[in-house]
Every structure is written in structure tokens, then in C-alpha cells.
């Protein structure tokens, strides 16, 4: 699928950069997730897979902070914050993210402002962190998208204008302008053609492998996880049933769920 071939797995360092503990969340009568812990160590891809429904999107969306679970506790190995991180309040949460965590979603109408310019979109991540000098800001929108790989003659036109792919990139240049310590990707490719697809998986890639950059992908897309992923976590239900390097759950898994996902992939 991709162009680049997938690293040597990296060397498994002894702290987490990112730690969820026991995360559970209903709304109403459904059980969103069920007791989910996860772990990502520096400079690792870690990849979630499940079918529609089984929770990816939740779980993201608590590691974004933009939701809080009725219990567990989700801590980032980073200087002066708290070991649980769903007791800051929304200021605090917002500043953290913009500084420290970004996020591609799967629909760019999520993530952009559509009809400002692309690079606009970018500054204003700069400017949430405090950038107000308008040469910086502009040099530094620059900057992040062409390490997304975006044509820099369009980088004044509205994401709007743009293709599906390009969005994609604008949405990964402002996820990437203050060099988070963690990048969450949500269906990144999902919807694109599948050139275009192994075209930003690519550029991903390269950033990652570049920059040492710790990301977690939900994807319900076996392959992209495969071409991506170091380890994987594979929801069902709210609940994670199976864990490990990613190779060894592809090559042997050992939940049947996985098994069932495994053999409808081949
Ligand atoms: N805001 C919400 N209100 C009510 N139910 C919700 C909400 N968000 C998620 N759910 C429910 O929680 C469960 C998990 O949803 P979630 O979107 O996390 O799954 P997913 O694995 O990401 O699925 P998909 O791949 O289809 O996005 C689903 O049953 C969903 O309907």
C-alpha cells in the first residue's frame, strides 16, 4: 500500500508517555467503553482497531480531552501536570491540547475552518498558544505545511477549494505546527481514494520516522493499521480483547474476534 517500508520496531522505552487507566463511559443505556486501559511509549505508533461501534472513537476523544469517562484516570508523562488529567479544568484542557496533543479527524469539517485560508487554519493553533507576531506565524504555518507535504502555492486558499487529501494535510499541518508530544489520527485516510490514501499515509510516515513522533491511529482499516501501526490495541464492545506488537497480532492472533477480523481482511 505505502510507498516507504514500515521501521524497524523501535526500542520499547521503560515510561509511557501515555497512560490510561480503567476508562469507562455510557451514555444512557450504551456502554461506550467498559474498563479500557491503554499505554504509548514514546515514539511509538500505537494503533486501534475495532469494528463501527466498538468505542475507537470515544477513547480518542477522552485522550483529546474533549470528554471526560464516569470513571478511570488518563496521565501524560510531561512536565507540571496532574497525574490524572481528566481533574483539569476546560481552560486548562484547551491549553494543553493546543500546546501539547494534536489531532486529525476524519472529516476535515471537524478540524478546519473551511471557507479561512489553509494557512490561516494553521496559524490559528499558533495564535490559541500565544504567537502573535504576524511574520512568525506566517513562517511557522509555512513550516508545518510543507512537513505535511502541501503545495505551498495554495497555501492561501480555503481548505474549501481544496482536495480531500489536501485537507487532510492542512488538518495534519495544524495538528503538527507546535510540535505536539502526542498525535491522534481518527480515520486520517479514511474516505480518500486509495492512492491519495497511501500518499498521506506516506507523508505520516515520514513525519513520524523524521521526528520520532508518538501517535495513536484508530482506524477500522486493517491495512492502513498494518502499514502503520508498532503495536495494537483491538476493541470490541467498549472493550480492548487483544494487545500486542502489531506484527505478532496480525500473524497470530489470539482472540477470535481478532482471528475473525484477521482472515476478513486476507
Ligand atoms: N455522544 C454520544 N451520544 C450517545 N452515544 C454515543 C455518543 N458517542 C458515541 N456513542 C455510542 O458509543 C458507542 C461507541 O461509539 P464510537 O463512536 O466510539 O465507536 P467507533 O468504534 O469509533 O465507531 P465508528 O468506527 O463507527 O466511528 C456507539 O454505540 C455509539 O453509538
Redesign the pocket.
Known amino acids: 500500500m505505502s510507498a516507504l517500508a514500515k521501521s524497524e520496531p523501535r526500542l520499547v522505552e521503560a515510561t509511557p508517555l501515555m497512560r490510561l487507566d480503567g476508562l469507562s ?1 455510557r ?2 443505556p ?4 467498559d474498563d479500557v486501559s491503554a499505554h504509548v511509549y514514546p515514539g511509538e505508533v500505537l494503533g486501534i482497531v ?12 477522552m485522550m483529546n480531552l474533549q470528554e471526560t469517562p464516569d470513571a478511570g484516570r488518563y496521565a501524560l508523562d510531561l512536565p507540571d501536570l496532574p497525574g490524572n488529567l481528566f481533574d483539569l479544568d476546560r481552560y486548562e484542557r484547551r491549553m494543553l491540547c493546543a500546546r501539547r496533543i494534536g489531532i486529525v479527524y476524519q472529516n476535515p469539517h471537524q478540524g478546519l475552518l473551511m471557507t479561512n485560508s489553509s494557512s490561516g487554519n494553521v496559524a490559528e493553533r499558533l495564535l490559541i498558544a500565544g504567537e502573535r507576531r504576524f511574520a512568525v506565524l506566517r513562517e511557522k504555518a509555512r513550516g508545518a505545511l510543507d512537513a505535511s507535504e502541501f503545495p505551498l502555492d495554495r497555501m492561501d486558499a480555503p481548505p474549501i477549494e481544496l482536495s480531500g487529501g489536501m485537507q487532510q494535510r492542512v488538518q495534519l499541518a495544524k495538528a503538527i505546527a507546535l510540535e505536539p508530544a502526542l498525535l491522534l489520527l ?2 486520517p485516510t479514511t474516505g480518500l481514494d486509495v492512492s491519495v490514501q497511501a500518499l498521506v499515509l506516506d507523508t505520516l510516515k515520514r513525519l513520524q520516522q523524521d521526528r520520532r513522533m508518538t501517535m495513536v491511529l ?1 482506524s ?1 482499516d486493517l491495512g492502513v493499521i498494518r502499514t502503520m501501526a508498532d503495536r495494537v490495541v483491538v ?1 470490541r464492545r ?1 472493550q480492548v480483547v487483544e494487545e500486542g506488537l502489531a506484527d505478532q497480532v496480525f500473524q497470530d492472533p489470539q482472540h477470535a474476534y481478532t482471528q475473525q477480523l484477521v482472515h476478513a481482511k486476507l
Open positions: 463511559k451514555y444512557g450504551v456502554v461506550a467503553l475495532g469494528e463501527s461501534g466498538s468505542g475507537k472513537s470515544t477513547l480518542l476523544r481518527d480515520e484508530v477500522h476493541m467498549g
